[in-house]
């Protein structure tokens, strides 16, 4: 199985991935794993990334897509795979058609976790974390004993800068103007498989595992 999960920022796709990658014994492969493992190996792709990553700028595609295709080109890949935050956008996908052809491979099934945008802020401006111990709360789904206090530490909680409502409509604007272009894009190579990412974690992943087994089977 050779998936890609698609879905705006606070989907749950991090969760889904992690689950889903381990109920079908493929690795999960995130562009976050990535470029912390190049960087803390001081890999020559590492420290190019670094350099963008020091000055605050986005990493570009071509040091991305480079480090994506050797980590897929591993042995622990050569089964299957789940990408987590690759592509990003529809070059990055033709990209990624490419690589997979070097490797005489294709994608399986594009997942795309579909959310309402008012219950994504919800679910992200809601968030409140404790600078000591760094447990995640929620003010609404896992509220502390103590308001605005962590039950580990007694510290005051914060919330962080890109958990601000306004931060949030910014990256869910990005990615409306960026990565959304993918569904329409893996639509038309017919990989596309869509699922309401709402309702408890097991009720997604359920749904998530039924589209799978639907695309993989249609195959």
Sequence with gaps: ??????????????????????????????????????????????????EFMDRGDLVPDEVTNAMV?????QDDAAG????????????????LQGMLADLGTQLDVVLELRVDEEEVVKRLSGRRSCPECGRVYHVEYDAPKVEGTCDNE???????????????????????????PLVEFYTGEGLLATIAATGPVAEVTARAKAAIEEKRSAV
């Design 69 to 73: 295709k050797d980590r897929l080109a």
């Design 80 to 95: 299957g795979f789940l990408l987590d935050g690759f592509p990003r956008n529809v070059p990055q996908a033709e990209t």
């Design 1 to 50: 199985m050779r998936a890609v999960l698609v879905g705006p920022p606070g989907a749950g796709k991090g969760t889904q991935a992690q689950i889903l990658a381990e109920e079908l014994s493929i690795p999960k492969v995130s562009t976050g794993d990535i470029f912390r493992a190049n960087v803390s190996g001081g890999t020559e792709l590492g420290k190019k990334a670094k």
């Design 154 to 180: 007694g510290a005051a909680l914060y919330q962080r800068e890109d958990d601000r409502e306004e931060t949030i409509r910014h990256r869910l604007k990005v990615y409306r103007e960026q990565t959304a």
